[in-house]
């Protein structure tokens, strides 16, 4: 039989985040207002876990308490003993609440996969379906016609990015059918910021999958020099570059990127999406892979 409280401890604990994802989910230094960002969000969990164990605290109590009841009404000549042992069972609980505590929250880490999913695939069908995979402005690699869309927030200095590119293209490359959509999230620094508006802007050359591969391969720091001479690198017309990269539109875009993950709850890179399915971190391609196979699946049978 299941356990009522356990049940409502997981309940309440599958509409947050664990503090262990926040680790998982931010894995490069961020800049000073993204951590910001964080920290208040990790306060506002630590809060929540607090109300939670309070929570769990009064049920345990009331359950307890509803189970003497029930035990002395069903069992008479045995009501004596029920009651001493219920009340015994309802003081230990009252005061090592942690132990409900604890095991809901074992239960809801073992499950959080499936409780990202259900949290990710809500926020999809509340309206940000369209704007993740078939923003038009977006820039695309791999197949422009893919029957399968997968999603990359991406900064050009985080070291996760850089080493999960390659899996990436190459899981790409070797299905053929993907439509890769570069989803630009300069989160790390300034120069970062150059090197995303540089990456939107090399699309008016007709160049940006050629430059955004040799950004993201790049070892070291992406400096705002390396932006400019890696652009020279792969043949874009560097004045150009720098007047098209300050145009308003580039600026609207990142803006844009930048809502958007904030309405997902991406706060680091790399971070995929494909169908319902949303991974964080630099998953192996195996995993991505994994994902690809089952949103084709469930758009062939929708």
């Given at each position: 039989?299941?356990?009522?409280?356990?049940?409502?401890?997981?309940?309440?604990?599958?509409?947050?985040?664990?503090?262990?994802?926040?680790?998982?989910?931010?894995?490069?230094t961020p800049d000073t207002s993204r951590l910001d960002a964080l920290q208040k969000q990790l306060s506002a969990y630590e809060q929540e876990i607090g109300t939670l164990k309070q929570q769990v605290t009064a049920q345990a109590s009331a359950v307890a308490t509803a189970t003497a009841t029930a035990t002395a009404a069903a069992n008479a000549p045995a009501q004596q003993t029920a009651a001493v042992s219920s009340e015994a069972i309802r003081d230990y609980l009252v005061s090592n609440p942690d132990v409900i505590f604890m095991d809901a929250l074992e239960v809801f880490q073992a499950n959080e996969p499936v409780y990202t999913a259900r949290r990710f695939s809500k926020l999809l069908d509340g309206g940000l379906r369209e704007?993740?995979?078939?923003?038009?402005?977006?820039?695309?690699?791999?197949?422009?016609?893919?029957?399968?869309?997968?999603v990359e927030f991406f900064d050009y200095n985080c070291g996760y990015c850089k080493s999960a590119a390659p899996g990436l293209f190459e899981t790409v490359a070797a299905d053929g059918n993907i439509k890769l959509v570069?989803?630009?999230?300069?989160?790390?620094?300034?120069?970062?910021?150059?090197?995303?508006k540089a990456a939107l802007a090399s699309q008016k050359q007709g160049k940006y999958e050629e430059y955004h591969t040799a950004l993201i391969k790049f070892q070291g720091r992406v400096t705002d020099a390396v932006v400019f001479k890696v652009a020279e690198d792969v043949g874009l017309d560097v004045?150009?570059?720098?007047?098209?990269?300050e145009s308003s539109?580039?600026?609207?875009?990142?803006?844009?990127?930048?809502?958007?993950?904030?309405?997902?709850?991406?706060?680091?890179?790399?971070?995929?999406m494909v169908g319902n399915t949303f991974m964080p971190g630099a998953v192996p391609p195996a995993q991505i892979q994994n994902a690809i196979t089952l949103a084709r699946a469930q758009a062939n049978n929708s």
């Open positions: 039989m299941s356990n009522p409280v356990s049940s409502l401890a997981i309940g309440l604990v599958g509409g947050l985040v664990s503090a262990a994802a926040f680790s998982a989910y931010f894995n490069a704007p993740l995979y078939n923003n038009a402005s977006d820039p695309v690699m791999g197949n422009p016609e893919g029957d399968v869309v997968l570069m989803k630009e999230f300069p989160i790390l620094s300034a120069a970062s910021q150059t090197a995303a004045a150009q570059l720098k007047q098209d990269m539109l580039i600026l609207e875009k990142l803006a844009q990127t930048s809502m958007l993950a904030d309405q997902l709850g991406v706060t680091g890179t790399p971070a995929f």
